[in-house]
C-alpha cells in the first residue's frame, strides 16, 4: 500500500462526496508472459508494445499524489518468452527473474495462471516459496498426501490504513483471491497428473468469499485468470468472469487468460455488460491485455455505513496502455526495473543468438490463415519423425502417421507484430522459438477417418460463412484463436467456407449437419471413415486444449516427454527440413463470385513474393496497426498454393 503526502484530487468529480470517503485505486497487470522488457525476443528487437517494465511506469504514475492503492498481478508470468524459458533450466537457485521484478514493484498479492504449471511443480514451488507476497488460487490444491503448493494460498485479507479525503485514517480490510481454468488438469497432465486436484471456478468463488467475508472483509478484489464468455453459469468453465462478477460479495475483479482488452469499444453491449464503464454486473472490470501491453486501474470510493460497513459509492475503470498504435512513441522503461533484470537480459540475448543450423528458404505466418505454412510443415515432420521412433516395433507400427501443426503467431490480440518470420541462412534459438512458441511435449492419437474429419472440422470453425456473389466478406472469426487453427500434414483436403461451421468454438456440436471439410483424401484415395490413423500432435491438444473432438482419454496411445521445440532444432541442425514433396495439403474451396477481405501484419507486403500464385491485392490499412489484404475465392483452380513441383514457392508460407 503506498501513501502520497500531499492531498490530491480523487476521480470522482461528479459525485456526491463525504469528507470521510475513502478513494482507493486498484492497479493490477495479467498474462505478462516473461515480457519483463520493452524487449521482442523472438525478433531480437526492441519493441513499444509489450514489457512490464513500461508498465512500472504507468504503476508508479498512477500511485504519484494517490494516497492509497493496491497493485495485483493475476496470472501467467512464469512461461512465455525465452527468458522464462532460460530462469526455467537455471539450476543455481537464484531468485526468478519475475520475482526480483515484482519484489521492485511491490507487489500485494499475486494470482497463479494456467501457464504458472508449464515449466513444472519445483520450479513454481520454488517461485511460491520465496515471494514476499501472498500467492493465491482458490481452486487448485495438492492432492491428499502430496506436499508440492504447500505454500500457495486460496486467499488473503489484506489489513490496510487508508487515509480518507480529510486525512484521517481507517482501518479497512480487502480480501482478494485467484481462480483460474481447472482444465489446466487436461492441458498439462504430464505435469498435474496425480499431483493436483482443480475445482470449478464458480463454486471455488463462491467459498472464498464467503470465507473472507466471515473473517470480516470490508470488500473482495477477485483475481480471476478466466475470461469474458458466456453469461450463463456452467460446471467448469474456461472462461467464466462474467458470472463470477454476479456473486453475492464479489466487489472488483481483474480478468485474463485470453490476451484481451476490457473495458473497449470492440466489446458488443449486453444486457450485464458495460464496455464503456468497465461494469459488468455492476461490478468493475478490467481485463489488461498481453505482455505487459496494458495496466488495469479500478478507482474506488468508499463510504461508510452504521449498519453496514465500508460500500462503495462510486467505482471507474479502465486499461491503461503503455503504446497507442497509430503512435510512434511508447511509455518509457522504468530505470529501476530495468536495472534490476539487465543482467538476465544480457543472458538471454547470448542464448537465443546461439546459431543452430541454416534454412534454405524463409518462413513466416503472415498467410498462414489463407495458405499452407512451410514452418507447421518443419514442426509437424519434427512431431511425425519422433511418434515413428516411438512406435517401432509396436502393433501401431505399420499404421499411417499423420502430424498436426497450427501457426501460433497470427496477430490477432498479439497485435501486427505478433507473426513468425525467419529468414532463410543461419538462423539461431530464437527462430526456432518463433516457430514453436510455448514449451509443448509429443503426444500421439489413435482415430479413425471419421474422428479425424471431425477433427478438422474443429479447426475450420476459423472461418465465417462466405457467400457466392459477395465481394469483400471479412474471412476469419477474430474470437477463434489462430492456436487452434490445425493443420494436418499426410492428408489433403478443401475448406468449403459456404457451408455453417460444425462446431462451436467450445467444441459443442453447432449444426450436426455441417460438412465443411471436403475432398479428404490419404494418398490419393479418399479417406474411409473406419481408416486408422496415428496422429503426432502437442500435449495440449491430445490433453483436450482447444475442445478437439475426439481428444484425450482413450485415443491418447503416446505422452512423450520430448518437447518438440527440441525436436525441431534437432532436425535444422541436421539438416533434414523438409519443403517440398510433403504428401497433401490444405485449400479454401473457390467459391463462384465471392472475394474475402484478412487482416495480417504489415510486413506480409514485403513476404508476399513467396507466394506469386496467391491471388492477392492489399486493400489498405486496418485498424489496430495491421493491413488490410483481399482474397479472390472465384478464381479457376485452387486459391492457395500447396508443395508441388508445379508450384515450390507455395509452401513458402
Not at 48 to 56: C, D, E, M, N, Q
Not at 195 to 202: C, E, G, P, T, Y
Not at 519 to 545: C, K, M, Q, W, Y
Request: with cysteine; charged share 20%.
Amino acid at each position: 500500500m503506498k501513501r502520497g503526502k500531499t492531498l490530491t484530487l480523487h476521480p470522482f468529480k461528479d459525485a456526491t462526496t463525504d469528507p470521510s470517503h475513502v478513494h482507493l485505486r486498484v492497479l493490477a497487470t495479467s498474462d505478462i508472459h516473461g515480457h519483463l522488457l520493452g524487449y521482442d525476443y523472438f525478433h531480437d528487437r526492441p519493441s513499444l508494445s509489450v514489457g512490464l517494465s513500461r508498465v512500472a511506469t504507468l504503476i508508479r504514475r498512477e500511485r504519484t499524489g494517490c494516497r492509497n492503492s493496491l497493485l495485483f498481478d493475476n496470472g501467467d508470468f512464469l512461461q512465455g518468452t525465452p527468458l522464462t524459458d532460460l530462469a526455467a533450466r537455471q539450476e543455481d537457485h537464484a531468485p526468478h527473474p519475475v520475482l526480483r521484478a515484482m519484489r521492485v514493484l511491490g507487489y500485494d498479492a499475486v494470482a497463479l495462471g494456467n501457464h504458472e504449471f508449464n515449466h513444472g511443480l519445483d520450479l513454481l514451488d520454488a517461485f511460491i516459496a520465496n515471494a514476499p507476497f501472498p500467492m493465491l488460487c482458490a481452486n487448485i490444491r495438492p492432492l491428499p498426501g502430496r506436499s508440492g503448493l504447500s505454500g500457495l494460498r486460496p486467499h488473503a485479507l489484506l489489513r490496510r490504513r487508508l487515509c480518507g479525503l480529510d486525512g484521517k485514517m481507517h482501518d479497512i480490510r480487502i480480501g482478494v483471491f485467484g481462480v483460474l481454468p481447472p482444465q489446466v488438469l487436461d492441458w498439462d497432465a504430464a505435469i498435474l497428473g496425480g499431483q493436483v486436484q482443480a475445482r470449478d471456478i464458480l463454486a471455488a468463488a463462491r467459498d472464498a468469499v464467503s470465507a473472507l467475508r466471515d473473517r470480516g472483509a470490508d470488500l473482495v478484489i477477485a483475481l480471476c485468470h478466466s475470461g469474458i464468455g458466456p453469461e450463463t453459469p456452467a460446471a467448469d468453465m474456461e472462461n467464466a468472469a462474467v458470472p463470477l462478477a454476479a456473486i453475492d460479495g464479489v466487489d472488483a475483479v481483474i480478468a485474463g487468460h485470453l490476451h484481451d482488452v476490457f473495458p473497449g469499444p470492440h466489446w458488443p453491449k449486453r444486457d450485464v455488460i458495460d464496455p464503456a464503464t468497465g461494469l459488468i454486473h455492476g461490478v468493475p472490470m478490467v481485463m489488461p491485455g498481453f505482455g505487459g501491453s496494458h495496466l488495469a486501474r479500478i478507482d474506488l470510493l468508499l463510504a461508510h455505513d452504521p449498519d453496514r460497513g465500508w460500500q462503495i459509492r462510486k467505482a471507474r475503470a479502465d486499461a491503461l496502455p503503455v503504446h497507442e498504435t497509430d503512435s510512434r512513441a511508447s511509455t518509457p522503461e522504468d530505470p529501476t526495473l530495468c536495472a534490476e533484470v539487465a543482467a538476465t537480459h544480457g543472458a538471454v540475448l547470448a542464448d537465443i543468438r546461439r546459431p543452430v543450423g541454416t534454412m534454405p528458404r524463409p518462413v513466416h505466418s503472415y498467410f498462414s490463415l489463407v495458405a499452407d505454412d512451410a514452418a507447421l510443415h518443419l514442426i509437424a515432420e519434427a512431431q511425425r519423425r519422433h511418434v515413428e521412433a516411438m512406435l517401432a516395433g509396436s502393433p501401431l507400427a505399420d499404421l499411417p502417421i499423420l502430424s498436426a501443426a497450427a501457426p501460433m503467431k497470427c496477430g490477432g490480440r498479439g497485435g501486427p507484430e505478433n507473426f513468425t518470420d525467419v529468414p532463410s541462412g543461419e538462423i539461431a534459438l530464437r527462430h526456432i522459438a518463433d516457430m514453436q512458441h510455448f514449451p509443448n511435449e509429443v503426444s500421439a492419437l489413435r482415430l479413425t477417418g471419421a474422428e479425424l474429419a471431425d477433427w478438422l472440422e474443429m479447426s475450420a470453425g476459423l472461418f465465417r460463412q462466405i457467400y457466392p456473389d459477395r465481394p469483400d466478406q471479412m474471412l476469419h472469426d477474430p474470437a477463434f484463436p489462430s492456436y487452434n487453427f490445425d493443420v494436418i500434414h499426410g492428408v489433403c483436403y478443401e475448406i468449403d467456407v459456404t457451408a455453417p461451421p460444425r462446431y462451436e468454438r467450445d467444441g459443442r456440436l453447432r449444426d450436426p449437419g455441417a460438412r465443411r471439410v471436403v475432398n479428404l483424401r490419404h494418398e490419393g484415395r479418399p479417406v474411409a471413415p473406419d481408416a486408422i490413423f496415428i496422429l503426432a500432435t502437442n500435449s495440449f491438444r491430445a490433453a483436450g486444449g482447444g475442445r478437439f473432438p475426439h481428444a484425450g482419454g482413450r485415443h491418447v496411445i503416446l505422452s512423450d516427454r520430448a518437447r518438440i521445440r527440441d525436436l525441431l532444432c534437432d532436425q535444422v541442425a541436421k539438416g533434414e527440413s523438409t519443403w517440398a514433396g510433403a504428401p497433401g495439403g490444405w485449400s479454401l474451396r473457390p467459391v463462384p463470385g465471392a472475394s474475402v477481405l484478412f487482416d495480417t501484419g504489415p510486413i506480409a507486403r514485403e513476404r508476399r513474393i513467396h507466394l506469386p500464385h496467391l491471388p492477392l491485392e492489399e486493400v489498405g490499412p486496418a485498424p489496430g496497426g495491421f493491413v488490410r489484404f483481399r482474397l479472390h475465392l472465384d478464381r479457376n483452380g485452387r486459391p492457395h498454393g500447396l508443395a508441388s513441383p508445379a508450384a515450390p514457392d507455395y509452401i513458402a508460407g
